[in-house]
């Protein structure tokens, strides 16, 4: 059985980094797309960030450009979000999912390609 735990968040200062992490378990993630996805309180989930396992191919959500990264560690099955420059607009939980077919598109913004999705980690950012 696919389990994406996440891990990482937490309450920091604007201004300040986190790291999160997400551990694929279950199967063999190579070819897929792992994508990060957030939810702030009364608003809907929206993408942040994806990578393709395969190529290495990053997408990102504008409001991240230049202070978000994503990377995937293949040997550990671990894919990682790294924020920087956080701001309280980042406040949200944040999801990660992963993609079997590997898309490679805008189409990696779209919560529907997914087809397996961890609990979440919640990150607040206090001004």
């Known amino acids: 059985q696919v389990q994406l735990v996440e891990s990482g968040g937490g309450l920091v200062q604007a201004g300040g980094s986190l790291r999160l992490s997400c551990a694929a378990s279950g199967r063999t993630f190579s070819g897929y797309t792992m994508g990060w996805f957030r939810q702030a309180p009364g608003k809907e989930r929206e993408f942040v960030a994806a990578?393709?396992?395969?190529?290495?191919?990053?997408y990102f959500t504008d409001s991240v450009k230049g202070r978000f990264t994503i990377s995937s560690d293949n040997a550990k099955n671990t894919v990682y979000l790294q924020m920087n420059n956080l701001k309280p607009e980042d406040t949200a939980v944040y999801y990660c999912?992963?993609?079997?077919?590997?898309?490679?598109?805008?189409?990696?913004?779209?919560?529907?390609?997914?087809?397996?999705w961890g609990q979440g980690t919640q990150v607040t950012v206090s001004s």
């Open positions: 990578v393709s396992r395969s190529t290495g191919g990053t």
């Open positions: 999912a992963a993609d079997r077919d590997g898309t490679q598109s805008v189409l990696v913004k779209r919560q529907s390609v997914y087809d397996y």
